[in-house]
T-cell receptor, first 112, second 116 residues
Framework: SQKIEQNSEALNIQEGKTATLTCNYTNYSPAYLQWYRQDPGRGPVFLLLIRENEKEKRKERLKVTFDTTLKQSLFHITASQPADSATYLC???????????FGGGTRLMVKP | NAGVMQNPRHLVRRRGQEARLRCSPMKGHSHVYWYRQLPEEGLKFMVYLQKENIIDESGMPKERFSAEFPKEGPSILRIQQVVRGDSAAYFC??????????????FGPGTRLTVT
């Protein structure tokens, strides 16, 4: 069955450092991958989308890579800030429809 | 431009009652998705609708759950005869009108259902 794995343990880093979050998947051939941010008690907020034929995408301090051979995406936040503290979700989709399959999320804590 | 709106934000039901969750998509969006997030778990897809059509309901439980998106008005997720295991956060998302896939989904704030 399809499986999307994100590190369930919280990632604690110091302000100013680069945070790197991992999303691994098995038994899936996604056409695209999306990253969302979710704060407690709120709905997910879209951050970045990357297609299967793209290796890397950037948006301000965010960078996403997508390796379909390794079946892995890496999500980087450079110059991290305490305001970046949240849970980050990766989600995969295919061209059969637009429904997303989400990973369990990784909680990021940026300490000042 | 208002975002995706969901109401109520919190809903408490006793076992056996019905729960009705409403979702108004963003203006101009004709695709609606419902997801469920159980405590300490990830978001799980339930159903994908367009106006007056259910496109994909592969994530919906076979019994007690139904969804609609009428021509006028919000999308409704209906849970009949609720049980404690239905307690969760239910999120609605919308995306723009048909075009080339893929497109991002815009999520509402969720409805937190508690079954007592």
């Amino acid at each position: 069955s399809q499986k999307i794995e994100q590190n369930s343990e919280a990632l604690n880093i110091q302000e100013g450092k680069t945070a790197t979050l991992t999303c691994n998947y098995t038994n899936y051939s996604p056409a695209y991958l999306q990253w969302y941010r979710q704060d407690p008690g709120r709905g997910p907020v879209f951050l970045l989308l990357i297609r299967e034929n793209e290796k890397e995408k950037r948006k301000e301090r965010l960078k996403v890579t997508f390796d379909t051979t390794l079946k892995q995406s890496l999500f980087h936040i450079t110059a991290s800030q305490p305001a970046d503290s949240a849970t980050y979700l990766c989600a995969l989709g295919n061209n059969a429809g637009n429904m997303l399959t989400f990973g369990g999320g990784t909680r990021l804590m940026v300490k000042p | 431009n208002a975002g995706v709106m969901q109401n109520p934000r919190h809903l408490v039901r006793r076992r056996g009652q019905e729960a009705r969750l409403r979702c108004s998509p963003m203006k101009g969006h004709s695709h609606v998705y419902w997801y469920r997030q159980l405590p300490e778990e990830g978001l799980k897809f339930m159903v994908y609708l367009q106006k007056e059509n259910i496109i994909d309901e592969s994530g919906m439980p076979k019994e007690r759950f139904s969804a609609e998106f009428p021509k006028e008005g919000p999308s409704i997720l209906r849970i009949q005869q609720v049980v404690r295991g239905d307690s969760a956060a239910y999120f609605c998302a919308s995306s723009p009108s048909p075009g080339a896939l893929p497109y991002e989904q815009y999520f509402g704030p969720g409805t937190r259902l508690t079954v007592t």
